[in-house]
């Protein structure tokens, strides 16, 4: 949540920090905000997204080589321009950006109070600026020290970009459970939440760690931890186009994302799966495969999008492997006392690798000797750092608020680690595993073949656009595939959906059905098959309007359907990586037939770096 970016070196720093923030814009957008040093903190920030902010600034002194800009996902206080962040302290003296939450905020507030503080804003940003001050003028320490003192105290997340003004030449920055990257150029620095913003101009970067200060100047980056003690920055070469953050062509980020996944589902297998050999190369698993093979239990731990990808490895992991396995929402299993064994495995799914409630989750099943494998796809990410071992998506940046290509490149890896262990355990034929080898690496041909079906999709999408509600339904594998066109649908169009397996419909959600009603079928031929027929007939004998996922060579659900999509025939644990893009595409559509913003959704934020 929120996006951060800072420069400082010999450039003119605003448009640069202006472009970071539109690269960052899909991380918040209530409202934006940019402090830049020259002479004095000058300081502009505007309810709304970044475009807003720049014609606010047209006019105004936007001079200087230090900046620093924030484009805001709001926690504490509503959005407008008085919570927009840069804030400046009491004296004026300084300015903060803050990506994260100050749990313990009103106890400080209440100090400051005390001592004569006012607070321009609802913010908790803003009372851990002016406790900073207040450190500063009394303990007569530097700026760093007096942040130092200050982190010690906080409770919570933090992400923070902090300038003074008589030293016009620095940023100081720290992070716990935010992330933070530094690019590293010839005399200039740029600081940013993610990559994005920094790729255009330098390919060399740090990731800085929990309890970590920077204090980052033109010609010189020092790190340093809590206890003041000096800490060697590791410099990671960036493995990232800058196409990859542009659209391309494209309308909207998501649709490009969408059809991007033919090659990004392909970028994860590549190196990795030789279907003609037989063989699944994940070096990252190799040392703990033994373990893993002989672990009790697996559990899986996720939110959102990710979630719905560990159902389904749940069902391909017992499938195939032979054990069992509990998916968890991280939110959820971070504040339960869950039974932990060692050598109990974890599997932890997230985009970002940043996501607040995993990390947390992972870190307390790590202290009791869990082994984690992370499922990431931002590399050097805060989850990838943690974990034991693991396996990058390799799906490329994803702008997108909603995720797309990241869910699908997530169910290519964690085939491909369910397949490997089972083959590794005895648990499939020789002839089983050769099979599934092949069919996952004809995927990226496959939604190719899916993609053309586009105005297909466009044209039913037109006709359910007035709809209010909806209902996904889906057997075995296909059950969290419901779930996830579910998400979509309500995260891009607002119409309230729902997904439920097949079965369960006659459980409830059936009195929901007349005339109006979509109901979306995942209805591609696996054991299933015939009973979820049968469910379709229910919804038509009571006028529910049908629209079907199915097969290309299927005859009979087309009798029963108003609307169908048809897609290419796969084995039934490869078919939901399949299934899902068609469903993608008619969220997408649904979206814009509406008038929404499909790439930043209402309330919504890429990258949940906060409870």
């Known amino acids: 949540m929120c996006g951060i970016v800072g420069y400082v070196g010999y450039r003119k720093a605003y448009p640069i920090v202006l472009k970071g923030l539109k690269r960052l814009e899909y991380r918040g957008y209530d409202s934006a905000g940019i402090a830049l040093l020259n002479g004095k903190i000058n300081l502009y920030k505007k309810q709304g997204k970044v475009a807003e902010l720049e014609d606010f600034i047209i006019g105004k002194n936007v001079e200087g080589t230090t900046a620093i800009g924030h484009t805001r996902w709001a926690t504490h206080g ?40 006012a607070f321009k804003s609802d913010t908790d940003t803003e009372v851990l600026l002016n406790f900073i001050e207040d450190i500063y003028k009394n303990n007569g320490s530097n700026l760093e020290e007096a942040l130092r003192i200050a982190l ?183 504040y339960r006392n869950p039974i932990i064994n060692k050598g109990d495995m974890i599997i932890a799914i997230s985009q970002s690798g940043e996501t607040a409630d995993t990390i947390v989750a992972i870190e307390k099943a790590k202290e009791q000797g869990a082994i984690i494998l992370g499922v990431v796809n931002v590399v050097g ?41 089972a083959h590794y355990k005895n648990t499939i034929s020789e002839e089983r595993f050769l099979h599934l080898c092949n069919e996952l690496a004809e995927v990226p041909e496959k939604v190719e073949k899916i993609l053309q079906q586009n105005e297909i999709i466009k044209n039913i999408a037109a006709s359910l656009k007035t709809s209010d509600d909806a209902l996904f339904l889906g057997r075995g594998y296909n059950f969290p595939i419901a779930l996830e066109g579910a998400l979509k649908l309500k995260e891009i169009s607002y119409i309230h959906a729902e997904g439920y397996p097949a079965a369960e419909m006659k459980h409830g959600p059936i009195a929901l059905v007349d005339e109006h009603l979509p109901v979306i079928f995942i209805a591609t031929k696996d054991v299933y098959h015939e009973k979820i027929v049968s469910n379709m007939q229910e919804i038509k004998a009571r006028k529910g309007k049908v629209i079907a996922v199915m097969n290309e060579d299927d005859n009979i659900t087309p009798t029963l359907a108003d609307a169908v999509i048809k897609i290419p025939e796969a084995d039934e644990i490869i078919a939901p990586v399949l299934n899902v893009v068609p469903l993608q595409l008619l969220s997408y559509h649904i979206g814009i037939a509406r008038g929404c913003n499909v790439d930043m959704p209402r309330n919504l934020a890429k990258s949940v770096t906060v409870e």
């Open 78 to 117: 509503e959005p407008n321009d008085r919570n927009a962040h840069p804030h400046l302290s009491q004296s004026g003296e300084l300015a903060m950006i803050h990506n994260g939450i100050i749990e313990n905020y009103a106890s400080l507030k209440e100090d400051l109070l005390k001592k004569n503080y």
């Open 152 to 334: 010690k105290r906080v409770v919570g997340a933090y992400c923070i970009l902090l300038i003074e003004n008589k030293n016009p030449d620095t940023i100081i920055a720290a992070r716990k459970g935010s992330p933070l990257v530094i690019g590293i150029g010839k005399n200039e620095h740029f600081l940013a939440s993610d990559a994005s913003p920094i790729v255009e101009y330098t390919k060399e970067v740090v990731y800085v760690n929990d309890y970590e200060i920077a204090i980052v100047r033109p010609d010189e980056l020092t790190l340093k931890n809590l206890g003041n003690e000096k800490q060697t920055p590791f410099i990671t070469k960036l493995d990232m186009e800058l196409d990859a953050i542009e659209k391309s062509g494209f309308e909207h980020f998501m649709l490009k994302e969408i059809f991007e996944q033919p090659k990004t589902i392909f970028d994860c297998l590549r190196g990795r799966l030789n279907a003609e050999k037989g063989n699944i190369n994940l070096s990252g698993i190799d040392k703990y495969l033994d373990a893993i093979c002989h672990a009790p239990r697996i559990i899986i731990i996720a939110c959102g999008t990710s979630w719905h990808a560990g159902l389904t490895a749940e069902y391909i992991i017992e499938e195939t492997c032979r054990i069992p396995v509990e998916v968890e929402y991280a939110s959820e299993f971070r």
């Open 381 to 421: 990410s805060s989850i990838a750092r943690i974990s034991h071992t693991g396996v990058y998506t390799h799906s490329g940046p994803e702008i997108g608020v909603a995720s797309t290509k990241a869910f699908t490149g997530q169910l290519a890896a964690l085939m491909m680690i369910a397949f490997k262990i």
